[in-house]
T-cell receptor, first 111, second 115 residues
Framework: TQLLEQSPQFLSIQEGENLTVYCNSSSVFSSLQWYRQEPGEGPVLLVTVVTGGEVKKLKRLTFQFGDARKDSSLHITAAQPGDTGLYLCAGPPSGTYKYIFGTGTRLKVLA | DTAVSQTPKYLVTQMGNDKSIKCEQNLGHDTMYWYKQDSKKFLKIMFSYNNKELIINETVPNRFSPKSPDKAHLNLHINSLELGDSAVYFC??????????????FGPGTRLTVT
């Protein structure tokens, strides 16, 4: 079974702190997407990483794809209450047409 | 101007009933999906259609039947509803299928409660 394990599962931090969320698998992925989901809404795409070692920045968010394309990380600098939500990594394992979501990280940023 | 829309937003029904959820996308995408999100927020793909053709059919009870009248619509019909079907169902679309990039755009979800 191809899984995407995210850690931590839950994270509660103060405004202004930095944090990193990890997304790990034993399988190689063709690409990985990161989504954020807020209560009562569908996931919203944040970024796609495709190349091993790729780093993408989206304002205070930095995304990295592992060299072997088996893992990814999301780093948030100076977290704000508006960053609160469920963060999901997802992607298609190489050689398949499946699309798998990670186990999710629930982030709460306290003002 | 909603990109992916679903109706209804909430659905409360009794065991044994049959219900449908509708989905429409105006993004011009070729591929549409149905996902189920359980109480632990885990998202699992159920079905995927590309240009009206079924391409992914995960292990889902055959009480669930998707229908795609055209590439902008993907509806989900559920027969003989059971308590375990209670969940949030999301429709999504992506530009194409088989590309390295599978960026998906989600609808707002339909919260189904079976009593």
């Amino acid at each position: 079974t191809q899984l995407l394990e995210q850690s931590p599962q839950f994270l509660s931090i103060q405004e202004g702190e930095n944090l990193t969320v990890y997304c790990n698998s034993s399988s190689v992925f063709s690409s990985l997407q990161w989504y954020r989901q807020e209560p009562g809404e569908g996931p919203v795409l944040l970024v796609t990483v495709v190349t091993g070692g790729e780093v993408k920045k989206l304002k205070r968010l930095t995304f990295q794809f592992g060299d072997a394309r088996k893992d990814s990380s999301l780093h948030i600098t100076a977290a704000q209450p508006g960053d609160t939500g469920l963060y999901l990594c997802a992607g298609p394992p190489s050689g398949t047409y499946k699309y798998i979501f990670g186990t999710g990280t629930r982030l709460k940023v306290l003002a | 101007d909603t990109a992916v829309s679903q109706t209804p937003k909430y659905l409360v029904t009794q065991m044994g009933n049959d219900k449908s959820i509708k989905c429409e996308q105006n993004l011009g995408h070729d591929t549409m999906y149905w996902y189920k999100q359980d109480s632990k927020k885990f998202l699992k793909i159920m079905f995927s259609y590309n240009n009206k053709e079924l391409i992914i059919n995960e292990t889902v009870p055959n009480r669930f039947s998707p229908k795609s009248p055209d590439k902008a619509h993907l509806n989900l019909h559920i027969n003989s509803l059971e308590l375990g079907d209670s969940a949030v169902y999301f429709c999504a679309s992506s530009q194409d299928y088989g590309l390295r990039s599978y960026e998906q755009y989600f609808g707002p979800g339909t919260r189904l409660t079976v009593t």
